[in-house]
């Protein structure tokens, strides 16, 4: 989610996007047998893919709640490259109860898992997969 920090050292977009883009060329030229993958805490603009044309694979954190809305369709006008969740699900703290709430956590990772299964690319679809976040929960 380098887009939301700035590299976690508070860099402009720009300088961003240039700094993978330098990185992820100096991985191509080291290892030319494995994707490069880079996650974005959204479905990246057009703009940051043809900036970032070693990315072989973009994952993406996208939260929007019991879903992913547009986020497949939105990423096929994009690119053709393969897509992955770099994380997806919810947690188990319900905060308009106040308390946990496990059964609506596994709802939840339910219906996002199978709204990825329906855009696999075993099936047509630009869905590699997803890695669910999280089995154990964080002390917020």
């Given amino acids: 989610e380098w887009n939301y920090n700035g590299l976690y050292v508070g860099m402009s977009s720009g300088s961003s996007v240039s700094k993978v883009a330098k990185v992820a060329r100096i991985i191509k030229e080291n290892d030319k047998t494995r994707p ?8 990246p603009s057009q703009h940051t893919i043809e900036s970032l044309t070693d990315i072989d694979v973009w994952g993406v954190n996208v939260y929007r709640g019991i879903g992913f809305d547009d986020t497949f369709g939105k990423y096929a006008t994009r690119t053709g490259k393969p897509l992955f969740f770099g994380e997806y699900g919810a ?3 319900n905060a308009r109860k106040k308390r946990e709430d496990q059964a609506a956590q596994a709802e939840a990772t339910r219906v ?28 917020w």
């Fill in 36 to 43: 490069v993958a880079s996650i974005y805490g959204e479905v």
């Fill in 91 to 93: 947690d188990a703290y």
């Fill in 112 to 139: 996002l898992t199978e709204d990825i299964m329906r855009h696999s690319s075993v099936t047509g679809g630009v869905c590699l997969g997803g890695f669910v976040f999280e089995f154990a929960d964080e002390w």
